[in-house]
């Protein structure tokens, strides 16, 4: 990769135009590096870096399965967003990347980014309850009452031990937990946990709607505790 020193000089200090256009960002860095207008805005910068592929732990620590979902990144004050072809949640690092090449990645920070559409997923930051900083959380539903949230947090789960040799039976392996917050002043946002349940969704719901809604749960044969399933009911209830 001849060119990578070159690109990860460029990354560091580019900026995001104000005129997103459908691109491969990183593609078009190599040709782009002297152009008078950057593309990636101050302070929202790229860092390179090889993926260490080495781990005695298997699974994922991304949140989808192939990077080639396409994506757009909102940065703070562009109306515009910029489109990425390769793009993928690091679950265990909080943020979000881009693949280039197959085999390097690019981390972009987060401080200015604004929102993120992925995989028809909407990512936003709010200020995690545990934690007291901004993290990404998806918008599962969203409406001029409340807010459904789901934050992604990885766990690991210890392989099994011959309890005679104290030698590992199984790897261990990453595993994928979710939790669900709602926000009810988006002016300021407080998350509450929460569980996917009947009375979640009618909290969600205006009550002249709930009887609609409940029969429309009840011929679909939809489950309150199942996301799909919640979404489908949520969309209904807006559309009423």
Not at 2 to 22: D, G, M, R
Not at 164 to 190: A, C, H, R, S, W
Request: charged share 30%.
């Amino acid at each position: 990769m001849k060119y990578l020193p070159i690109v990860i000089f460029a990354l560091s200090s580019l900026c995001v135009s104000a005129q997103a256009k459908e691109l491969s960002v990183l593609n078009e860095l190599r040709e782009n590096q002297s152009r008078p207008k950057p593309l990636l805005g101050p302070g929202s910068t790229i860092t390179a870096y090889k993926p260490n592929t080495a781990s005695d732990i298997k699974g994922s620590v991304y949140l989808f399965d192939t990077w080639y979902l396409g994506s757009k990144i909102y940065f703070e004050n562009q109306e515009d967003p910029v489109r990425i072809d390769g793009c993928n949640f690091n679950i265990k690092d909080e943020g979000f990347e881009m693949m280039y090449s197959g085999d390097s990645i690019f981390s972009i920070n987060s401080a200015y980014v604004d929102k993120v559409l992925i995989a028809n997923k909407t990512f936003k930051k709010y200020i995690d309850p545990d934690l007291k900083t901004n993290l990404f959380f998806e918008e599962v539903y969203a409406s001029d009452k409340m807010v459904l949230l789901k934050k992604y947090e990885l766990d690991i789960k210890e392989g099994m031990v011959n309890q005679m040799t104290g030698n590992k039976l199984n790897p261990d392996k990453y595993v994928t937990k979710e939790t669900y917050f709602v926000v009810e002043d988006q002016e300021n946002p407080i998350l509450e946990e929460t569980k996917l349940n009947k009375k979640l969704v009618n909290s969600l719901i205006t009550e002249e709607d709930q009887a609609k809604v409940k029969k429309y749960a009840k011929d679909k044969h939809l489950s309150y505790k199942e996301e799909t399933d919640v979404r489908y009911i949520l969309n209904y209830a807006k559309s009423i």
